[in-house]
């Protein structure tokens, strides 16, 4: 894995925006996989100024994201498809066909989740699949517990996620129980991982993800099995690290995997 441990969150956002316009550049059909929650924010939001100001163009990108809250339409304020609409998709060129977040309103869930797994065959896998991290140790909605082999499905929120999400939905009784969300063995299929997590509220979950022992327990942990896992923390996010001067001498060395 390579660890790389920036100052601060807002240089968090600028280093995995500039990874990311520098795949679109490469590869401007790439198929990125995109998270919500509050840490992609800044990220998004430093996409959304290279659109703007230097023409960086997302015509010809695919997207896929993790996850959707169950019961909520796609135009309800709260959805993840509002989030990414009013976060990042309404401000650049992509066509919002080429845009896709599980419905949660599907009335057939394990079909719509069959389906969603083929659409991203279909395309050829997704190239990057953008990462945040849970004060739980989950990826996407991959509570503890999760098979690392799962694939999209319903899953149950846990007690802590509810409570970290509480914040967007005002209280926590309003939060959605159930979600529908890729799986650990989705995710490990993209062809590179970038996980970003910022704030100390996240130091403990990170220490387990990346020098912890593989469990189903800290989902994170699974991307130890990725070949091509780039995980970019702030400070604070780093701070329970044991090995943190390493990691940045190695990543001052740039040999990172
Ligand atoms: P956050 O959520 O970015 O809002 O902290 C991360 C996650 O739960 O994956």
């Known amino acids: 894995m390579r660890v790389v441990i920036l100052e601060d969150a807002q240089q968090v956002g600028s280093w995995a925006a500039e990874y990311i316009g520098r795949l679109v550049r490469q590869k401007p059909t790439v198929v990125l996989g995109l998270a919500t929650g509050g840490t992609p924010v800044l990220c998004y939001q430093r996409i959304i100024a290279m659109h703007q100001e230097e023409g960086l163009s997302f015509s010809r990108v695919r997207t896929f994201n993790l ?7 796609a135009d309800d304020p709260n959805s993840y498809r509002s989030f990414m609409r009013q976060q990042l998709f309404d401000h650049i060129d992509i066509p919002a066909s080429s845009t896709h977040v599980p419905d949660g309103m599907a009335t057939d869930v394990t079909e719509h989740c069959r389906h969603y797994e083929q659409q991203i065959q279909d395309v050829g896998g997704i190239d990057l699949q953008l990462l945040g991290i849970g ?8 509570e503890p517990g999760s098979s690392l082999a799962s694939r999209t499905r319903l899953k149950a929120l846990a007690a802590r996620t509810l409570q970290d999400n509480a914040r967007f939905f005002g209280t926590l009784e309003r939060v959605p129980r159930l ?4 799986g650990v063995g989705t995710i490990l299929e993209a062809r590179q991982c970038l996980l970003l997590a910022t704030g100390e509220n996240k130091a403990t979950a990170i220490r387990d993800a990346i020098e ?3 469990t189903s327990q800290i989902t994170a942990s ?5 070949p091509q896992a780039t995980l970019v ?5 780093a701070a329970k690290l044991e090995q943190a001067d390493y990691y940045r001498k190695a990543e001052a060395l740039q040999v990172g995997c």
């Open 179 to 182: 979600a529908i969300t890729m």
């Open 67 to 73: 996850d959707e809250y169950v019961g909520l339409p």
């Open 222 to 226: 699974a991307l130890q099995l990725h």
């Open 135 to 142: 004060s739980d140790g989950h990826i996407a909605f991959n």
């Open 212 to 214: 912890g022992p593989l």
């Open 233 to 237: 923390l702030d400070e604070a996010a």
